[in-house]
């Protein structure tokens, strides 16, 4: 007879560890549970179009609603992943390391690799994602899914969820080697805080000046202002919302440790 460990693993992956989970680890399983219904929904439209393709009576819209079915279900599978620890990894190495070691390595590959990525894979999209609510885009084919813009804003969004799923993942594994509290996970997550922190910092100035500015002004013309310039260190460029985005970050991660040594000494 297997494991019980073993069964639930085939049976629901979701439930594997749940006695370390936080809220945010299940929230993206419950969440991902509802979202893995897509996958027979999806498996209902390819079979239902390769019928009616032999048969003469191609819909285009049902290729689209596959793209669509398929690309949000793979989206929020990756934070399923994430948290479910069930993502391909070379581990030839890792599964021999000390419990200690695992959890370091865990860490580093969550919020020093793979969580500013996801910051930045959102920075980059949620301007794809405008771009294409602006144009009310839709399908190339007159008998496709229109609303093409709602794909694209959904993409935009499964980077947040993932974003989530990481961060809750990287506080258990922190759990398991200090006590997390604020500034421990600001400073051992020290490069996705400061992505995070220069999105804020360059979003803050670039909106202030938008809407303080006459509207003649273009965004572009704003975009060339001297704030968004760079100081010359040498042979080096570094640009101004960089350093305020470095002051910045020392400045949070400090508030943060005051503000936990000040909950430690009340109680």
């Given at each position: 007879m297997e494991p019980?460990?073993?069964?639930?693993?085939?049976?629901?992956?979701?439930e594997v560890g749940r006695a370390e989970h936080n809220r945010g680890d299940r929230f993206i399983?419950?969440?991902?549970?509802?979202?893995?219904?897509?996958?027979p929904i999806l498996m209902i439209a390819i079979c239902a179009q390769v019928v009616l393709r032999s048969s003469g009576f191609n819909q285009a819209w049902l290729d689209?609603?596959?793209w669509w079915l398929y690309g949000s279900a793979v989206m929020v599978g990756i934070g399923y992943a994430v948290t479910n620890n069930a993502h391909v990894r070379v581990d030839i190495f890792f599964d021999g390391y000390r419990e200690e070691k695992k959890n370091r390595i865990e860490i580093f590959g969550l919020?020093?690799?793979f969580l500013p990525f996801i910051i930045l894979c959102w920075d980059v999209t949620v301007h794809y994602a405008i771009a294409s609510v602006a144009a009310d885009e839709g399908s190339d084919s007159p008998n496709g899914l229109h609303n093409l813009w709602i794909l694209k804003v959904f993409m935009n969004l499964s980077f947040i969820f993932i974003g989530i799923?990481?961060?809750?993942?990287?506080?258990?594994?922190?759990?398991?080697?200090?006590?997390?509290?604020?500034?421990k996970q600001l400073l051992f997550a020290f490069p996705s805080t400061m992505f995070l922190i220069n999105l804020?910092?360059?979003?803050s100035i670039w909106?202030?000046?938008?809407?303080?500015?006459?509207?003649?002004v273009t965004n572009r013309e704003i975009g060339r202002l001297p704030i968004f310039g760079e100081l010359e260190v040498g042979v080096e460029k570094i640009p101004y919302?960089?350093?305020i985005t470095v002051v910045m970050t020392i400045l949070v991660i400090g508030l943060a440790y005051l503000r936990d040594r000040a909950s430690e000494a009340r109680y």
């Open positions: 019980v460990e073993d069964i639930i693993k085939l049976s629901d992956p979701g399983v419950q969440l991902s549970n509802v979202v893995a219904w897509l996958f689209d609603l596959q919020v020093w690799l799923a990481a961060w809750a993942a990287y506080y258990r594994f922190l759990n398991k080697l200090t006590e997390p509290v604020l500034w804020i910092v360059f979003y909106w202030f000046l938008r809407l303080t500015s006459p509207a003649e919302t960089i350093i």
